[in-house]
Each structure stands twice: as structure tokens, then as C-alpha cells.
């Protein structure tokens, strides 16, 4: 159950020793199909997703114990040791409400547990770890289609549809730490590129002049394939996910009151961006290629279907995009003098005193490739700088 593939991935780019394990012994069946797919389309393998190159196509590495092959997390691997630390202690089941202040010093959190409010009085500073969607501001995002087609052969898709496959795969992971119950993702092949020509040329002036105010390290375009949510228990459909990561417009988030309790008002704004379009329509036929390339599929056109016109093309991804991973800067880091800062490069909120943030909102840009390496570095830094005072 389940082929290799002949990925290379650089040793080099994971450290040993750590809590959190990187690991995987599974590769999906269809994965040789990807490859293909990849290298008709001039998108070369590269030496793994954690190697600080994100201009190819490469094998996505998961963060799975390989003793056990089951998933780590940030519980399993920090909070679960944190547990066991003799000045540390954890409030379950508890709600924080409000920050309290005397004139612009935080004094401690006003909390709820089973209704019942009380506080937590702060010795030095109250350090918010609530998430990007906790904090009321513009939000960067990333925007993604999918696209789902029958698989001529078999993957993770079965797991869900197919009780023979399941209890073999099931059988396997108990007996031996093997097969794909150990590949929770449902793909591991993923690539990244700016979008060459011909498509490249289709875009306007104004287009590719806001795409070169990215970085140059900023790639336009991710592939994400994976192997999930069958539509019929007898069949495997594999799903295309192009997502567009030259952002070049934000959503927002609102309070809808002040009980913490109650969900924030989210507005993605989805697709709003003239060159977040036009990169859109290209990409969409860019996909075809890539999928007549790697001879997985059959069935169907995908939901935006055969289109004739750029309009129709246009209109078409409008129905089926949505904001996609990658969540940040709804708390910025930059500058005192940046009217979009929210905290310093140290985490400490700006104008008032002992207030500190250390999660992915201070993430100012959407970071090349995934999220996860870049939110686990700005951990640890922010981590120092709390232990150092600074």
C-alpha cells in the first residue's frame, strides 16, 4: 500500500535532538503521477520543503514521531513537558475576558471559568497567545481553489470510502507502524514557482509591477495536491489545490462585542485584488497542463469547468476561492513610527507597558512556503526574549 518516490530531501535542514519530530515513512501511490506532472511543466525537484528554497517541487515532511508514526504537535512536543514544570501552571476549561490596566500598565487578565469570573494578577507582564483570529485588525491570507477529479488508482481517499483498504491500512499501523495511516496529511508532494510564460505575458503592466515589490524570495504560486474526501465509497478522487501566496491584498477582522466568548467578524475578502485575478485565471489554465501531465485523472472537468473566456474563467474562481492557511499579521511586528505596528521586534505592545504577544499575528508578511517552521522560530525568539527581559 503505497509506492516511494524519488524525492531528494537535505538531512542538513533538520536539526536532532529536539521535542518535536519530523518524520515519515509513507509515500502516496499517487506520487509518481505528481512527478511527472511537475517536471512537464519545467518545476524541478528541489532538496526537500525545509531547505529554505522555495522554486521547485518537493517531498512535505510531517511532523510525526517515528517510533510511532503518531502525529506530533505542539501539545505533544512542548506543552505536555510544560505540564510537569513546577513553575508553571495551567488554567483548564478557563476563558481570559479582558486585559486589566492601571493608567497604560497591565495589572492582570480578567478570566471566566464555567461562568464564574475572577483575576490572575500579573507579576511582570500578561503574554497573549490568542491567535491570529483573537485580534481585531487586517489579516493576511493566502488564496487557494480546489479542484476535485476521480483518481485512475487508489490513495488516502479509500481510508474514508473503502472498508477493505481501511482495514488493511489499520492493520498495518498497529502491526508495524507502516502504510498510509502513518501519512496523515493525505498528499506529501508539494511545489512552488512564479508563474513563467507564456502565462507570465497575459499579465497587465500594473500586475507584474506589484508582483516585483514582493520579495524576490517570494514565490506566486503554490501546488498542493492531495488525497481525501471521496464521493463514492468504490472510488479515490485526488484534489488540486493552486493557491496564490503573492498576496497582494488583506482581509480584515472585527470585535463583535466585548465578550471574548463571542466569535470575531471575519471579512476575508476573498479575491478582491485586480492582480490576485489576473494571477488567478492563469494559474487556472496552468492547472490543466499539470493535470493532463501527470495521467492520474479521469471523470469529470473540475467545479469551475470548461471555460472559453478569461470572464468566464474569472467568474468561475471567484465561486470556488477561499482564504487559505497562513494567517498573520493581525498584530504586526515592525517600527514604533509604522502606523500598521502593533508590538515591537521583541513581542511588547506598543503605547501601553507589560503587554507582550507571541503567536503568528505578529508575523508581519505571509512568509515564503509553510507557516508552521516560521511560527516555531518566532516562538523560540520571543521565548528568549522573555527569559532575557528585553
Not at 525545509?50 to 502525529?71: E, W
Not at 512542548?78 to 514544570?85: D, H, K, M
Not at 493566502?142 to 483518481?151: N, P, R, S
Not at 490576485?276 to 489554465?285: F, H, P, R, S, T
Request: glycine content about 10%; aromatic content about 8%.
Amino acid at each position: 500500500m503505497g509506492v516511494n518516490a524519488d524525492i531528494p530531501f537535505d538531512p542538513a535542514a533538520y536539526g536532532s535532538g529536539g521535542p518535536l519530530h519530523v518524520y515519515s515513512n509513507y509515500y502516496q501511490p499517487m506520487n509518481p503521477g505528481l512527478i511527472k506532472g511537475f517536471e512537464a511543466l519545467n518545476i524541478s525537484a528541489q532538496t526537500g520543503s525545509s531547505s529554505g528554497r522555495m522554486d521547485g517541487y518537493g517531498y512535505l515532511a510531517v511532523s510525526n514521531d517515528p517510533d510511532t508514526q503518531i502525529k506530533d504537535s505542539s501539545e505533544t512536543a512542548f506543552l505536555t513537558e510544560a505540564f510537569n514544570a513546577t513553575n508553571f501552571r495551567v488554567h483548564k476549561n478557563m476563558i481570559a475576558q479582558k486585559i486589566l490596566f492601571d493608567g497604560t500598565t497591565a495589572t492582570g487578565v480578567q478570566v471566566e471559568t464555567a461562568g464564574l469570573p475572577y483575576t490572575l494578577k500579573a507579576a511582570k507582564e500578561v503574554i497573549v497567545s490568542a491567535g491570529v483570529i483573537a485580534l481585531s485588525a487586517r489579516i493576511g491570507r493566502t488564496i487557494a481553489f480546489e479542484f476535485q477529479y476521480e483518481m485512475k488508482i487508489e490513495g488516502n481517499a479509500a481510508l474514508e470510502g473503502d472498508m477493505k483498504y481501511l482495514e488493511q491500512a489499520t492493520q498495518d499501523f498497529l502491526q508495524t507502524q507502516t502504510g498510509p495511516l502513518t501519512n496523515w496529511g493525505g498528499g506529501d508532494i508539494l511545489g512552488f514557482e512564479n508563474l513563467p510564460n507564456p502565462y507570465r505575458k497575459a499579465l497587465s503592466k500594473s500586475a507584474l509591477a506589484e508582483l516585483a515589490q514582493l520579495a524576490s524570495d517570494q514565490p506566486e504560486v503554490e501546488w498542493l495536491i492531495s488525497s481525501h474526501e471521496p464521493q463514492a465509497a468504490t472510488k479515490s478522487y485526488v484534489t488540486f489545490t493552486p493557491a496564490i501566496l503573492a498576496v497582494t491584498s488583506k482581509g480584515t477582522i472585527g470585535l463583535k462585542s466585548a465578550n471574548a466568548a463571542d466569535n470575531p467578524v471575519i471579512d476575508p475578502r476573498t479575491f478582491p485584488s485586480p492582480t490576485e485575478q489576473a494571477l488567478g485565471v492563469q494559474i487556472y489554465k496552468r492547472l490543466q497542463d499539470f493535470i493532463n501531465a501527470t495521467g492520474l485523472t479521469t471523470g469529470p472537468e473540475p467545479k469551475v469547468g470548461p471555460r472559453d473566456t478569461d470572464a468566464d474563467i474569472l467568474e468561475g474562481m471567484k465561486q470556488t476561492g477561499l482564504p487559505w492557511y497562513y494567517g498573520v499579521a493581525s498584530c504586526p511586528m515592525g517600527k514604533e513610527s509604522d502606523p500598521n505596528a502593533a508590538v515591537d521586534s521583541n513581542g511588547k505592545v506598543f503605547v501601553v507597558k507589560g503587554v507582550r504577544v507571541v503567536d503568528a499575528s505578529v508575523i508581519p508578511l505571509i512568509a515564503p512556503g509553510h507557516s508552521m517552521g516560521t511560527v516555531y522560530m518566532v516562538a523560540e525568539k520571543l521565548a528568549d526574549s522573555i527569559k532575557k527581559g528585553l
